[in-house]
């Protein structure tokens, strides 16, 4: 071979050498974990689904009565193998927080109107199964079993202790941040079941701030990690966007990461941040896809020591707890 060749080749191979899983040692007792997005809720399909898609008139046939941000469908999240649990929140008019995961109420519930413009009360007068129903509207099989039952996040925590929980805002409204905070310092019982928090940009970014050592992330700091990981994560640098964070990972991106899946892995723990392994999505899938069936379960590599996204716990969570 030609002298001239031998630089390049040795520059290429010294790369793959730095970035090759084939040569890292993988996590000690690594074991994937499971982050449940809803808990156990009722499924629907996601073709067309836009982000102004009322979820709750698409569902599929019912296999249970549980719906998400509820605490049935929170305990059977981890009673079926959730190490953690996703949980949507909005601020009510005076000064409390609820679990519910819509803007509006109009889809699922018998009310109307946006979600934070209501007091405790009036939100807590609502059927929230009122809108769920999986054959066009002829028949809605959760109509009447839910009135009264959307949660003031405080007692929702309580009913639940000693679990963890990932908190989403729902908006990037600077005020939720402020609030949120407030809400901790009158609840400080249930401070430590939060896991981490994400979502609305602001509150997010607020909220990390005055807990140093808390984790989260938002799409565009997640973005910005991800696009300066690519340009200079050949190199083993982590950009300051990837550190103290959560690094949430479409598993059909998940190849084009430097040192994926161990190197990769260990940088971040390194880093202080802790990953997420989400579904396969495309560029333009509004929210978040999870590992959801059994065959996307070999998308999770074998010494994968962080949490996976999953909207089947029901499914996923037994089927991973027989594999380990």
């Not at 060749?5 to 993988?26: C, F």
């Not at 940009?201 to 991800?226: F, I």
């Not at 103290?244 to 991106?253: C, G, M, S």
């Not at 723990?269 to 896809?289: C, E, N, R, W, Y």
């Amino acid at each position: 071979m030609k002298k001239r060749y031998w630089i390049p080749l040795t520059i290429v191979g010294a790369i793959w050498a730095w970035n090759s899983s084939l040569l890292a040692t993988p996590p000690p007792k690594a074991q994937a974990k499971l982050l449940s997005h809803r808990g156990v809720h009722q499924t629907f399909h996601r073709q067309d689904l836009t982000n102004q898609t009322c979820t709750a008139t698409r569902i599929d046939n019912p296999r249970h009565d549980l719906i998400e941000n509820t605490p049935d469908s929170t305990r059977a999240a981890f009673n079926a193998g959730a190490d953690v649990v996703e949980i949507d929140i909005h601020p009510t008019t005076d000064g409390h927080f609820v679990v519910f995961h819509d803007w509006t109420l109009d889809c699922r519930t018998n009310g109307t109107g946006v979600t934070r413009k209501q007091s405790l009360a009036e939100l807590q007068s609502l059927d929230i199964g009122h809108g769920y129903t999986a054959d066009n509207g002829e028949t809605f099989p959760l109509r009447g079993k839910y009135v009264g039952e959307m949660p003031e996040l405080a007692d929702f925590m309580r009913k639940i202790p000693g679990k963890k929980f990932l908190i989403n805002f729902k908006s990037d409204d600077p005020a939720e941040g402020p609030a949120f905070m407030r809400f901790l310092k009158e609840n400080t019982q249930v401070e430590n079941q939060i896991f981490a928090v994400y979502g609305g940009a602001r509150p997010t970014e607020h909220v990390l701030a005055a807990r140093p050592g808390w984790l989260g992330y938002t799409k565009p700091q997640t973005k910005k990690c991800l696009i300066e990981y690519l340009a200079v994560g050949w190199t083993g640098i982590v950009p300051e966007p990837c550190k103290n964070r959560l690094v949430a990972i479409p598993a059909n991106y998940s190849w084009a990461l430097w040192g994926w899946p161990n190197r990769f892995q260990q940088r971040m723990v390194d880093a202080g941040s802790k990953i997420i392994l989400l579904g396969p999505m495309g560029l333009d899938d509004p929210g978040s896809t999870g590992i959801d069936t059994l065959e996307q379960t070999s998308m999770i590599p074998t010494d994968f020591d962080g949490y996976v996204w999953t909207n089947r716990i029901e499914l996923i969570g037994p089927h991973l707890k027989r594999s380990n």
